[in-house]
């Protein structure tokens, strides 16, 4: 028999064929990528309405062993630089958080519980990082309150834990004319400096009146998604009680001061949410809201006793 019967004709790709192969190959994962990448988004975003959950849960858990919910932060009024500690503080045993809570000298003012030099004490509680406290969708990294110029420090002295969340007082004065005459401004929410609310102060009802909301990425500044250079937003320590802040609406996209929601992080409603951000409720309850919720909406959601009737966003 030849000797050529019993070899098998090998045949290789073609130039065509393996560029078609590409070429298919390369549809495949500009179809997949999106599907991908919602995917992962829709994951973080589970993982920030849990740790908004988490932060309810707490809020409850200490109203059922004090009484009465947090405050924001407590600070005399002779001496209003002499801040004391946050709400995100003190509800650090509810989120069995015992370990860290009990490094701070909660007897002493917050600027004894910060390490050196800032503080003679040098206590590190307040560098570390809260799982709970950020949002896996949020950018960023610490809070260097030296580098965003929220201290009189040098950059990289004073590097704390962030939080993307924030309990939000009340409406400022103008918002307040923007939604209409008789709308209360001021401090009109339930979460308040120098007080201990009940859930009978929410007159409003509790599933009416929100009292966290993301305010993702600081001290970093972000408008409209995209970051601006060399500008900073305050309050973005867990253990600085300054992180609440008041509805001011923003007029970056030219809406005369209305937009609430992801216009800017400057002590706003601000998320890494596509479409809206998420908010707890004073019942517990966590519910995103689009970003395009009406400014009167918004004003009523704030106020926990101000009787204003609005049909739900949720």
Known sequence: MPAN??????????????????????VLVALLAPAVQQAREAARRTQCRNNLKQIGLALHNYHDTQSCFPPCGIFLATTPDQAWHSLFTVILPHLDQQTLYSQFRID???????PAPASPLDIHAA???????????????????????????????????????????????????????????GRTGLLQFNAARRIRDCSDGTSSTAVIWED?????????????????????AWADMQSTFFINGSDVDGSGGRCVINCSNDNA???????????????????????????????????????????SPF
């Not at 002493?108 to 910060?114: K, R, T, V």
């Open 5 to 26: 019967l019993n070899k098998r004709n090998h045949r290789g790709f073609t130039l065509i064929e393996l560029l078609v192969v590409i070429a298919i190959t390369a």
């Open 108 to 114: 002493l003012q917050i600027g004894f519980n910060l």
């Open 127 to 185: 560098t570390f990082d809260v799982p709970m406290y950020l949002c896996p969708s949020a950018v960023g990294g610490r809070a260097d309150y030296g580098a965003a110029g929220l201290l009189p420090v040098p950059a990289g002295l004073l590097v704390l834990g962030r939080t993307d969340y924030a309990a939000v007082n009340g409406i400022a004065p103008g918002f307040a004319d923007l939604v209409g005459p008789g709308i209360p401004s």
């Open 216 to 236: 993702a990425a600081r001290p970093q500044r972000w408008e409209l998604g995209r970051r601006i250079p060399a500008q900073f937003s305050s309050g973005a």
């Open 269 to 311: 409603v601000y998320s890494f949410h596509t479409g809206g951000a998420q908010l707890l409720l004073a019942d517990g309850s966590v519910q995103f809201v689009s970003d395009r919720i009406s400014h009167c909406i918004t004003a009523a959601l704030v106020s926990c006793a101000g009787g204003e009737p609005f049909s």
